[in-house]
T-cell receptor, first 115, second 113 residues
Framework: DAGVIQSPRHEVTEMGQEVTLRCKPISGHDYLFWYRQTMMRGLELLIYFNNNVPIDDSGMPEDRFSAKMPNASFSTLKIQPSEPRDSAVYFC?????????????FGPGTRLTVL | ELKVEQNPLFLSMQEGKNYTIYCNYS?????LYWYRQDPGKSLESLFVLLSNGAVKQEGRLMASLDTKARLSTLHITAAVHDLSATYFC?????????????FGTGTRLTIIP
């Protein structure tokens, strides 16, 4: 298996622009997570889905952030409009809970820079 | 609110030495995970500890879990340079099933030749 796939790997944009991050989870996994990592705040859970349904979005910082999972193999995290304080590494992770171990497998991340 | 604390936050040690990283958490949980992150890279799963008293070992790393003390340790034996990385523990959040994790702040480990 190719693991969790994220695109783009790097994104540089200007303040006010829309940014869309993409994630393909590991096939067969039923949970998908979006995290944000910064030096100041560490690793923060933004939102997670179970079987394509959003379960908890309490970590989404504000209405500028939105996430969708239209099917089991694809999710997006959108920021509109973007701001410099959104600069961070965004990770997508997936897990398979019926196996008992429930460990999350992380993608390579998208490094977002908002100028 | 579940709190997960790691100590030390930074650790610099010489090759060949032994050391332990500690992970304390504030509420009942019986699942704990250890991850490794190299600079500029993603998080890699190291250990999954699923019950009180669980011990897992891989190479020079050994992880253990004491759910009664709400404590997990990651022990490094005879450290080598390629173990330099940031290590995170993560605990599942009670009442949310096993799918939502709270991560510690991480321990940045530097092995000095």
């Amino acid at each position: 298996d190719a693991g969790v796939i994220q695109s783009p790997r790097h994104e540089v944009t200007e303040m006010g622009q829309e940014v869309t991050l993409r994630c393909k989870p590991i096939s067969g996994h039923d949970y998908l997570f979006w995290y944000r990592q910064t030096m100041m705040r560490g690793l923060e859970l933004l939102i997670y889905f179970n079987n394509n349904v959003p379960i908890d979005d309490s970590g989404m910082p504000e209405d500028r952030f939105s996430a969708k999972m239209p099917n089991a193999s694809f999710s997006t995290l959108k920021i509109q409009p973007s701001e410099p304080r959104d600069s961070a590494v965004y990770f997508c992770a997936s897990s398979f809970t019926r196996g008992g171990r429930d460990e999350q497998f992380f993608g390579p991340g998208t490094r977002l820079t908002v100028l | 609110e579940l709190k997960v604390e790691q100590n030390p936050l930074f650790l610099s040690m010489q090759e060949g030495k032994n050391y332990t990283i500690y992970c304390n958490y504030s509420t009942t949980s019986d699942r704990l995970y250890w991850y490794r992150q190299d600079p500029g890279k993603s998080l890699e799963s190291l250990f999954v500890l699923l019950s009180n008293g669980a011990v897992k070992q891989e190479g020079r790393l050994m992880a253990s879990l004491d759910t009664k003390a709400r404590l997990s340790t990651l022990h490094i034996t005879a450290a080598v340079h390629d173990l330099s990385a940031t290590y995170f523990c993560a605990v599942d959040v009670p009442n949310f099933g096993n799918e939502k994790l709270t991560f510690g702040t991480g321990t940045r480990l530097t092995i000095i030749p």
